[in-house]
């Protein structure tokens, strides 16, 4: 079993390449901003479908007492993590924006959203680790990911019926990634807001079938595969890409004009991250993915 996971492990360090997330000109107060505007988002996000599904809501859904009451938990965790956030920016600290959650209509489809929204709030400070220059932040971003990781963890296991990983590493993403995603559920910001040094890339999503949709041209690219520490691509013809795996677990893809299997920076990336979710069995080994 051992030899298997690291001939498995050697092979993927073979066909793929990791270089850490580029390393941008971001100031340590712009990453305490871009992570107060997603902590805002996840607090908001907790809030509003909390007080619109009630414990019968939950009741009715399916779910145990425990899952609406550990709920509550986490939501007053997001909002300790806007405090602590917001605490060290001063009057400088950006403020919540108007949010949309279009795919959220009960209690089920909540808790699967909390499932992918922690999954990035665990890329997004994982992809800003290497960014931050004071360390005492480093300590501070450290132990809100930990417990980011370990809501995602719980929302996946306990409540999802999931594994509480994807993998043997989780997935580092950068500032323009992790930003594309949650623009998406941002309608409106306070202009007062600070503006951060981020951008969203053109929405992707990639159909059962391949079909890749975006408001970009599909000409001449590529949908690079990004899980755990590994990313491969795998080519677009004709508006389909062909023969995208199932990494186990949470990953991302995003659309490249890049045909190799480095890691994409930014200047490379078309549009997405798309979010890719694939359960797996428990029976299933689960060594990084080798494409
Ligand atoms: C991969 O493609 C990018 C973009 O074209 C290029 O900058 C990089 O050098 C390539 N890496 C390798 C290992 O070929």
Redesign the pocket.
């Known amino acids: 079993m051992k030899t298997t996971a690291a001939i498995a492990i050697l092979a993927a360090a073979a066909t793929t390449?990791y270089a850490a997330p580029a390393k941008r000109a971001v100031t340590d107060t712009d990453i305490l901003q871009y992570a107060l505007t997603l902590e805002h988002l996840e607090n908001a996000f907790y809030h509003q479908f909390l007080g619109q599904f009630d414990a019968a809501a939950f009741k009715n859904a399916g779910f145990p007492d425990w899952v609406r009451g550990r709920l509550e938990n986490i939501a007053e965790h997001e909002a300790q993590h806007v405090a602590l956030l917001s605490g060290a920016l001063g009057s400088a600290a950006t403020q919540p924006c108007e949010y949309q959650f279009p795919g959220v209509t009960d209690p089920k489809s909540f808790a699967a959203t909390a499932t992918l929204i922690e999954n990035v709030g665990v890329s997004a400070y994982l992809g800003a680790a290497s960014s931050i220059v004071e360390k005492a932040y480093v300590t501070v971003a450290g132990s809100i990911l930990t417990t980011e990781a370990r809501h995602q963890a719980w929302l996946n296991s306990a409540v999802e019926k999931n594994s509480a990983w994807s993998g043997p590493e989780d997935t580092p993403l950068d500032f323009d990634e992790v930003y594309s995603i949650a623009s998406a559920f941002i309608k409106s910001c306070p202009s007062t807001n600070p503006t951060l040094p981020v951008k969203a890339f053109p929405a992707l999503t990639i159909g059962e079938d391949g079909t890749v949709s975006t408001s970009a041209s599909t000409d001449g690219t590529y949908v690079q595969v990004i899980a755990g520490l590994t990313s491969n691509v795998f080519p677009v013809v004709n508006g389909k890409v062909q023969g995208l795996p199932n990494p186990q677990g949470i990953s991302y893809a995003v659309l490249t004009?890049?045909?190799?299997n480095?890691l994409v920076g930014d200047d490379?990336i078309v549009a997405g991250p798309v979010i890719l979710n694939n359960p797996f069995n428990s029976k299933q080994s689960n060594p990084a993915p080798a494409f």
């Open positions: 390449s004009t890049q045909g190799n480095t490379n």
